[in-house]
């Protein structure tokens, strides 16, 4: 009898498994040892260990049914059947369950008796668990059974968690910008008319503070080259000056001067040698 029972048990816990394969409820099966003792009337005072399996249902992550059967160690005609329910009080990896239902006590004679326990139980991964079950008798005080089981739950997964998606950030663009700060001849103090022209270049670097710049200053013709590439620089730093007075980060500011070398217009005119005498400056890290 006790074979046969532990077959049928084994039979119905492959096929369930297989049926709540990717269940978010699903079905377990495990085998359990323990101790029973009881001075019901079975005829005969029984107390010795005892082992057998079950396969239970989780309808969801607190409640779940089981059925079990339990075999003396000793007593071949000793068996315990039992169908139980829990309840998690408490945790996740480590749980603790309020459980109740009834068993049926067999040796010479059976006996129904209405139980209440509870269990500890610990999930080793989502699918192997080991529980230690205590249960005692509701009308009969001095019937106990304790098990400690190890299951197998079926079709548990690891809920995918969805990668977040990067933060889309707008690509820095290069702004060139030939800024309208002309300086009067041999000088390099950024005329009240021409500040319009930095001003708004300053707050947008200002609101953006990754940005940098790259200021470049140049002249005419009309002195030595050493000359020249001094005032050149000069022009750079004030309009740096002005950068900075906006509230730019002096930091991300460089100046240089190229002199005489590079200029926009011909030096042999009034206007062109107007022209030449600029500065150019190249911003970047603004978004678009």
């Known amino acids: 009898m006790k074979n046969k029972l532990v077959a ?3 039979v119905s816990a492959l096929a369930l498994g297989v049926s709540a394969a990717q269940a978010d409820d699903h079905f377990y099966a495990g085998a359990s040892a ?5 001075h019901a009337d079975l005829e005969k005072t029984v107390n010795e260990g ?5 396969v239970g249902y989780h309808f969801n992550p607190d409640w779940s049914v089981e059925l079990g059967q339990l075999s003396g160690f000793n007593t071949d005609d000793q068996e315990v059947v039992s169908l139980t329910a829990a309840y998690r009080l408490w945790g996740e ?6 459980v109740g239902g009834i068993q049926n006590l067999r040796y010479t004679n059976s006996e129904v008796e209405p139980v209440l326990g509870v269990a500890v139980s610990h999930y080793f991964t989502d699918n192997v668990e080991a529980r ?11 019937y106990m059974t304790s098990t400690l089981s190890v299951n197998y739950h079926f079709g548990t997964h690891e809920e995918a968690v969805a990668e977040p998606e990067p933060e889309k950030v707008a690509p820095a663009v290069v702004m060139t910008k030939t800024l309208h700060a002309h300086f009067d001849t041999d ?10 022209e930095i001003i708004p270049v300053a707050q947008a670097m200002k609101a953006n503070p990754g940005s940098t710049a790259t200021i470049v200053g140049h ?17 750079a730093d004030a309009v740096k000056k002005v950068m900075v007075e906006e509230g730019v980060n002096p930091d991300a500011i460089e100046t240089s001067g190229r002199g005489e070398l590079e200029p926009v217009e011909s030096n042999d005119t ?4 107007q022209a030449n005498r600029r500065i150019e400056a190249v911003v970047t890290g603004l978004p678009q």
């Open 187 to 196: 000088k390099s103090k950024v005329r009240p008319a021409d500040r319009a």
């Open 93 to 98: 990896q480590t749980q603790i369950l309020a």
């Open 270 to 273: 009034s206007a062109g040698r």
């Open 50 to 54: 005892v082992a057998g399996v079950q």
């Open 132 to 142: 230690l079950t205590v249960l005692g008798g509701v009308e009969d005080t001095e």
């Open 34 to 38: 323990g101790y029973f003792d009881s």
């Open 8 to 10: 049928a048990f084994a």
């Open 219 to 235: 002249t005419d013709s009309q002195a030595s080259d050493a000359y020249n590439q001094g005032l050149s620089e000069r022009r």
